[in-house]
């Protein structure tokens, strides 16, 4: 399967998980930073575990390939350290430097696959989509 339609493959399977209520705290960050975590963290869906177990049945370049589609559509100001590499706002994003960079920086399948599944992953993914197509970036054939 090319990197494109894994990407998709991805985006359906992460629209599927259906969005967990909020915490009983009104807090800007989701309950992550109160006391009372524990209150606010709840079991995986089945459709977040099948996401989880998708990303991880994949070849480590794949992941990567993944990874730097997202960060292609995660419109950001980036860190000082990011921004030789990703541009001020993504506009001089490359590819191939993001995937480097992602291997040089991975802790793991397993970490990168909750480092992936803590982000609005389907939007980010489409954006990065979309930016792409922009560039005249054919996602089909980066891998392959």
């Known amino acids: 399967m090319d990197l494109l339609n894994m990407v998709h493959r991805v985006i359906d399977l ?14 800007p960050f989701g309950g992550i930073w109160d006391m009372e975590l524990a209150a606010c963290i709840e079991p995986p869906s089945p459709q977040e575990l099948e996401l989880r177990q998708y990303l ?5 370049a794949v992941l990567r390939g993944v990874e730097a ?11 000082a ?8 706002d993504c506009d001089d994003f490359d590819f191939l430097d993001a995937y480097e960079h992602l291997t040089d920086v991975s802790h793991g399948a397993r970490a990168d696959v909750d480092h992936l599944l803590g982000k609005p992953l389907a939007m980010y993914l489409e954006w990065g ?3 792409a197509r922009e560039r ?3 996602v089909a054939g980066l891998l392959g």
Do not use: V
């Open 69 to 79: 589609i997202m960060y292609l559509g995660r419109d950001y100001e980036p860190l």
């Open 136 to 138: 005249g970036i054919e």
């Open 81 to 88: 350290a990011e921004e030789e590499l990703y541009g001020a």
């Open 56 to 60: 991880l049945s994949q070849p480590p």
């Open 129 to 131: 989509l979309e930016r």
């Open 14 to 27: 992460a629209r599927a998980i259906p969005r967990k209520p909020a915490c009983a705290r009104d807090d």
